[in-house]
């Protein structure tokens, strides 16, 4: 499985974006899809998961209440929509898949490579 991440970019404090990631391979709709983000600095952080349903979903605290996970398996994409952002959210995004619904990194298999999220106060 292959991920790209895209729609990162710089806005301003309590503004929104959305990020995408979209997967190659036909087996996506058999993956757990997950969100991490890392700061400089700072190790990585989970920031959201979907099971391969789109049935269960999991949000770090930091972000629960203003972020929001989806997929559309058809489409072979997973989305993150981030609303009420924070300069505290500037970082580097990433998506993974997996065959287990966690927040821990070490259970993702395929990564993407990333997108950069600034946000200016």
């Known amino acids: 499985v292959q991920l790209v991440e895209s729609g990162g970019g710089l806005v301003q404090a309590g503004g929104s974006l959305r990020l995408s990631c979209a997967a190659s391979g036909r087996t996506f709709s058999s993956y757990a899809l997950g969100w991490f983000r890392q700061a400089p600095g700072k190790e990585r952080e989970f920031v959201a998961t979907i099971s391969w349903s789109g049935g269960r979903t999991v949000y770090g605290d930091s972000v629960k209440g203003r972020f929001t996970i989806s997929r559309d398996n058809a489409k072979n994409t997973v989305y993150l929509q981030m609303n009420s952002l924070k300069p505290e959210d500037t970082a580097v995004y990433y998506c993974?898949?997996?065959?287990?619904?966690?927040?821990?990194?070490?259970?993702?298999?395929?990564w993407g490579q990333g997108t950069q999220v600034t946000v200016s106060s």
């Open positions: 993974a898949a997996g065959f287990v619904t966690t927040i821990s990194s070490r259970e993702y298999d395929y």
